[in-house]
């Protein structure tokens, strides 16, 4: 990606303040091992140039297909994994190439929640323990100051302190979810890492805890990188979309402009995809052909070419790069949206 792509989201839809997180041309490749002598015979390319930075209070989600690359992202902001290439700035620090002693300030600013609410949680440990921990490593508090910080973090979650004494396996799966978002809240960070965290709950559970997010989000003035595939779920807590495919961001908006006037061919079928909560209401589909293809083997030009409905000789051979095609509104895409050969999806009853 360019340098206009770091600029994008800086000006679709957030603050110009100094953000709280900052990704420019992130990479990250794993290689591919064969052979007795286990030599590198390729790469898999899972996140290739991927820009972006999140404000104060903003909440940018991270969309696509499963393999696309977005939890490899959360896990490389997170500094869990090495980036190949890039940098990652926290609070307008470079943490990419810090090593571990360095880093470890940082770390206390960056928290994760995690997909499963059971596996994240170590089941030797109480609950009081498990939120307790991060506290005790960053020598923030000990003694009575500590029980009452359990405590208070417990009740602001919607549990009991009481239950502090419990293990992970008698909480339900929505009260293991607050448990996690109690432990990385326990520090007081400036940014959440949300991978999936409530793919894994039931529906009404599902909306207790976004609405848990929501809340502490204007409370604390947190920043979310949110990790989905659902777009319901985006679409209620998201304030900017990013949408990837085979390692790159292909679209990026405000909420209300990508649900309303999705730009890029994939955001589209993405979109029709969607089941609409009418049973009166259907959308025009737009199929997609073929499969998504290896990361090993990324086809050349815009990587989306092989299932484009609409690709011409030039994609099959040029990245496009991210750029704003509409007020804060930014897509890559050869086939400029703006009176280009497709456009927002149509709904028909």
């Known amino acids: 990606m360019s340098a206009d792509a770091s600029k994008a989201s800086a000006s679709a839809g957030a603050p110009a303040a100094e953000p709280v997180l900052r990704v420019v041309g992130l990479k990250k490749h794993f ?7 286990s030599r590198v015979v390729g790469q898999v390319y899972a996140v290739d140039g991927v820009s972006f930075e999140i404000a ?18 959360a896990k490389t902001v997170m500094r869990l994994q090495e980036p190949t290439a890039g940098s990652v700035e926290l609070n307008g620090v470079d943490i990419s190439t810090l090593q571990e002693g360095d880093l470890r300030p940082h770390r206390r600013q960056m928290q994760i929640v995690f997909q499963d609410p059971y596996s994240s949680l170590n089941p030797r440990m109480s609950a009081g323990a498990i939120v307790s921990e991060p506290l005790t490593n960053f ?12 405590a208070e973090l417990f009740q602001r979650v919607g549990l009991r302190p009481e239950a502090a004494a419990k293990f992970p396996h008698e909480f339900s799966g929505g009260q293991r979810q607050r448990l ?13 890492v949300a991978d999936e965290p409530v793919s894994a709950l039931d529906v009404s559970v599902q909306a207790q805890v976004l609405n848990l997010l929501i809340d502490l989000q204007e409370e604390f003035g947190l920043a979310y990188l949110f990790v ?10 998201g304030h900017r979309i990013a949408v990837m495919y085979l390692g790159r961001i292909v679209e990026l908006a405000g909420n209300a402009d990508l649900f309303g006037q999705p730009l890029h061919p994939y955001t589209e079928a993405l979109l029709a995809a969607a089941p609409v909560p009418d049973p009166g209401v259907q959308r025009e589909r737009l199929i997609l052909q073929g499969d998504v293809p290896s990361p090993v083997r990324p086809p050349p030009g815009c990587h989306f070419h092989t299932r484009c409905p609409y690709a011409q000789d030039r994609c099959r051979v040029e990245a496009p790069t991210l750029e704003e095609v509409m007020p804060d509104h ?20």
Request: net charge positive; aromatic share 2%; hydrophobic share 40%.
């Open 228 to 237: 989905s595939h659902d777009l319901a779920v985006v679409e209620h807590i």
């Open 180 to 192: 996690g978002i109690a432990r990385a809240l326990a520090v007081n960070p400036s940014l959440i």
């Open 56 to 73: 104060r209070g903003e909440t940018l989600c991270l969309v696509g297909e499963s393999g696309c690359g977005k939890s490899t992202v």
């Open 31 to 37: 290689p591919v091992h064969r052979g007795v002598l």
């Open 330 to 349: 930014w897509v890559a895409c050869h086939l400029r949206p703006v009176g280009g050969p497709f456009g927002p999806l149509q709904t028909t009853i």
């Open 139 to 150: 020598n923030l508090a000990s003694g009575t100051a500590l029980s009452d910080r359990i």
